[in-house]
């Protein structure tokens, strides 16, 4: 198999199937798919966090990762190369696009905000600059996703038949959900998996609410993007709001204040600490994946930044010193399978991460000096 199926979109296309073994053409699996979900989930289902907890056996939160996005789209095709001839790895995609080096946060605990897709559109920009031919369909039917120009907006039957068609067309069509948190899938190899289970459905499962379908690639100049990245993350890192979330500094600073707020309001409700307790831990790791792949990217291709080679391995430094930091600090959080048990999250774990990030903001203040030198 081309890629490891997410777990959580493998047992999407499950819990749709009918009992017992599958025999469907491919293209009726896929019409059986489509309409099953189509028929169940007209609009975004706003399922509680409490409910959620209740819907996954708790080693299913440990399956995700926050780069799932960059990790799937470089392992479509063999023959996606750039110019040079060498693969665009997980690295080199997330940072030329500045996935890396970006940071969002929602005060309303909105684990959308480390998707590649919301916010600042990293993966719209990046898919055409690296020889993508890429159409990008988002399901209107999904509030959280802002409504700007730039994206193609269908309604949930043309989704759902725009994912049947290119599957029959033959195009690479993997598909994103939000549910619980932002994650990706190739629809061809969840087709596979689901032709080979047997399991019942008895749940019901969220319709993916972005669609990316792949036509093709061609040979592109990338040369220019390595220096690009880099100013694209001084532009995020001072630029305090992107649609619905706080970007850079902005964001770390609300992050800090929504803890305090908690500590401060210890008598919250259960929903929004269930939510909160959840979140916290996703962006949290989340960014940890985005720094290591930033600090890879930086590593890997020192000489192609057209500028001062050492100031790059200063600031792949400063990205070492925060993975230190953020990892040093994962003790004082849940783990995604304990978020269930949100009372856990207690007033002092909150305290420790607040200083945490206040290191961490001490590093992001010093990697932000050393990009604005390099935006000159």
């Not at 559109?121 to 120009?149: D, H, M, W």
């Not at 048990?341 to 774990?349: A, G, K, L, S, Y």
Request: glycine letters at 4%.
């Amino acid at each position: 198999m081309r890629v490891v199926i997410p777990f959580l979109l493998l047992i999407l296309l499950i819990l749709v199937l009918p009992p017992g073994r599958v025999t469907y053409s491919t293209s009726d699996f896929m019409a059986v798919i489509t309409q099953k979900l189509q028929a169940e989930n007209a609009e975004e289902p706003d399922v509680p966090f409490l409910d959620k907890f209740q819907m996954y056996p708790p080693e299913h939160w440990e399956m995700f990762s926050g780069a799932s996005f960059w990790k799937t789209i470089n392992v479509l095709n063999p023959k996606l190369r750039h110019s040079n001839d060498s693969e665009l790895d997980t690295a080199t995609l997330a940072g030329l696009s500045a996935w890396s080096f970006r940071f969002q946060f929602s005060e309303r605990w909105m684990p959308s905000a480390t998707d590649p897709f919301c916010g600042y559109n990293c993966a719209e920009y990046i898919l055409p600059q690296a020889g993508y031919e890429a159409e990008v369909y988002y399901n209107s039917s999904f509030r959280f996703v802002e409504k700007t120009q730039d994206k193609k907006f269908v309604d949930h039957g043309d989704f759902a038949s725009k994912l049947t068609q290119g599957f029959e067309d033959k195009l690479i069509t993997f598909a994103g959900t939000i549910f619980p948190h932002p994650n990706y899938g190739v629809m061809e190899d969840m087709q596979k998996a689901g032709k080979a289970s047997n399991m019942p459905r008895d749940k019901k499962m969220p319709f993916p609410w972005v669609l990316i379908q792949l036509s093709g690639w061609q040979e592109t100049e990338i040369n220019n993007l390595y220096k690009q990245s880099l100013v694209l993350a001084a532009q995020l890192y001072s630029t305090e709001k992107i649609g619905h979330y706080a970007s850079g500094k902005n964001a770390i600073n609300e992050w800090i204040t929504a803890l305090k707020d908690i500590n401060a309001n210890p008598q919250s409700d259960e929903e929004m600490l269930a939510r909160a307790c959840f979140c916290n831990t996703w962006t949290y790791k989340s960014l940890i994946e985005a720094r290591i792949l930033a600090n890879e990217y930086l590593l890997n291709n020192l000489d192609k930044f057209d500028v001062d080679k050492q100031l790059i391995i200063d600031l792949a430094g400063i990205y070492e010193k925060e993975i230190e930091i953020l990892k040093n600090g994962e003790i004082d959080l849940l783990p995604l399978p304990k978020c269930r048990e949100f009372d856990q999250w207690n007033h002092h774990m909150r305290a420790a991460q607040i200083s945490t990030l206040k290191y961490f903001l001490v590093q992001e203040e010093d990697a932000n000096h050393i990009l604005q030198e390099i935006s000159r």
